[in-house]
């Protein structure tokens, strides 16, 4: 299985990644991470592009945010984000 590799870009707080690949179902648009993060915080990779906040998804609640696309199966998804 292919990874894509990005340079994790650092804001001065350490970073929290996740992979949640493996909750992608080809209808899910609403994703959980394990942790509250700080709003505004959040970056979102689908298969390696990073996503634009409030174009391409929006941050829900502190632990989830929706996307308007739909991730497929073999795509991937990867955030990071700062912990509350």
Same mark, same amino acid.
């Given at each position: ?18 992979? @949640?690949?493996? $909750?992608? /179902? *080809?209808? +899910?648009? =609403? ?9 505004? %915080? @959040?970056?979102? $990779?689908? /298969? *390696?592009? +990073?996503? =634009? ?9 502190? %632990? ?21």
């Amino acid at each position: 299985m292919a990874r894509f590799i990005y340079p994790k870009i650092q804001t001065g707080a350490d970073m929290t990644e996740e992979d @949640l690949t493996t $909750y992608i /179902n *080809g209808e +899910r648009t =609403v994703f959980t991470v394990a942790n509250s993060y700080e709003g505004g %915080t @959040l970056r979102v $990779y689908w /298969n *390696g592009q +990073r996503q =634009v906040r409030g174009e391409t998804f929006t941050e829900t609640t502190s %632990t989830t945010f929706t996307t308007t696309f739909i991730p497929l199966t073999g795509d991937f998804l990867i955030v990071d984000y700062t912990q509350a």
